[in-house]
């Protein structure tokens, strides 16, 4: 069985789709990009994220294939080349001849970047974190945080708790009684009773694409933050381009100081495996400095719900934006986003202070 491992091209287009083929008779619903034209492409003279391809061939098959999506993070006072480890895919999912080609893949990204992470997977007890952990990743769980704003929807449609007949039952009790919708209505007089106006001196402004203006703020905040991916506008503007129309973006100003930014989602689900038909309101992703981040929390949270929003929805690792987000009413719900660092990621920085959201690894897909 002679493998190799090479950057995918345009002549490999037939192959992966017959590998898709295969993997799809399986189950896996997971599907390759069959050429590199589908892929976030480097832009010349612009430092911004892009995608390249590997493939694992044995003769004219595909038997396994990745992407790196390389990237700048920032770390320690400086700028670090890394990658984000996305899309593994692996002939092994349905020929054990090829189990090797899992562990194969990742040992090939490392060898072409040692700064990796890998983020979303699903649960830390699926094959790719098991393997990750094995081989001395650090794997966590980035916190899911949520509030309801609808009690009846939400009741009725949050199938990830209605799975369990014994949850259901509780969860119908709610609904027939009044209970959570009391609750809900609670915690949002309460809200509006305590919560301080905004000041006088503060504005925000509504923007299509993020401005450079940002860039300055990444600048002045970014040693807050023990780890995070570039915030600068050439890199946020591929990960959450103009044209998809579910994001909204905002800049939060104390004067003329831009204080913080913040990037929103509003989605009329149908059908979705956790949230049914639920209207999923979801603060993507933003970066203020610690003491501004209630303020900017505050003006999200407000915008999502005047929006008609059933659910609004949250994955933050930083201590201050979760901190922020439980003071406005967020409680913690199970993650089945998990993030993973390779060891030379892992040893620049404690799990507790890495800044991830929905807006890094794949962007904010099934949201």
């Not at 976030?40 to 694992?56: C, F």
């Not at 593994?88 to 990204?109: F, T």
């Not at 704003?149 to 027939?176: C, H």
């Not at 703020?217 to 591929?238: I, P, Q």
Request: glycine content about 6%; aromatic content about 8%; overall charge positive.
């Amino acid at each position: 069985m002679a493998l190799s491992i090479r950057e995918m091209h345009a002549g490999d287009s037939e192959a992966v789709r017959e590998f898709n083929s295969r993997l799809a008779k399986a189950g896996i619903a997971f599907e390759f990009p069959v050429s590199p034209a589908e892929l976030m492409q480097k832009d010349a003279g612009v430092d911004s994220p892009y995608q390249t391809a590997y493939v694992m061939s044995e003769h004219t098959a595909v038997r396994g294939a990745y992407i790196l999506k390389s990237e700048q993070l920032f770390s320690e006072g400086k700028f670090l080349s890394a990658a984000n480890y996305q899309l593994p895919l692996s002939e092994g999912i349905v020929d054990r001849k090829y189990a090797i080609v899992g562990i194969q893949l990742v040992r090939d990204a490392l060898a072409r970047q040692e700064r990796l992470y890998c983020l979303g997977m699903g649960s830390t007890s699926r094959p790719l974190p098991r393997l990750l952990q094995r081989i001395g990743w650090r794997v966590s769980k980035v916190p899911f945080l949520f509030r309801v704003q609808n009690a009846e929807n939400f009741t009725r449609e949050i199938r990830w708790l209605r799975q369990r007949p014994a949850v259901r039952q509780v969860v119908d009790l709610s609904r027939r009684t009044g209970s959570l919708a009391a609750y809900v209505a609670l915690g949002r007089l309460r809200r509006r009773t305590f919560s301080a106006p905004r000041p006088a001196e503060v504005s925000v402004k509504d923007v299509d694409r993020f401005p450079l203006e940002i860039d300055r703020l990444f600048a002045r905040v970014r040693d807050e933050y023990g780890l995070l991916s570039d915030r600068r506008a050439a890199a946020m503007n591929k990960k959450l381009p103009a044209r998809d129309t579910r994001l909204s973006r905002f800049l939060l100003f104390s004067g003329t100081r831009l204080a913080g930014w913040v990037a929103l989602s509003r989605s009329c689900l149908r059908d979705h495996t956790q949230f049914g038909n639920m209207t999923l309101g979801t603060i993507v992703d933003g970066l203020a400095a610690s003491a501004d981040i209630p303020m900017l929390v505050a003006e999200a949270c407000q915008r999502l719900e005047a929006s008609g929003c059933d659910l609004l929805v949250s994955n933050q690792s930083h201590p201050a934006w979760i901190a922020a987000l439980r003071r406005y009413g967020f409680l913690q719900g199970p993650s089945n986003f998990v993030l993973a660092l390779s060891p030379a990621l892992a040893a620049r920085v404690p799990d507790s202070l890495v800044h991830f959201t929905r807006a890094d690894g794949d962007g904010p897909i099934n949201l």
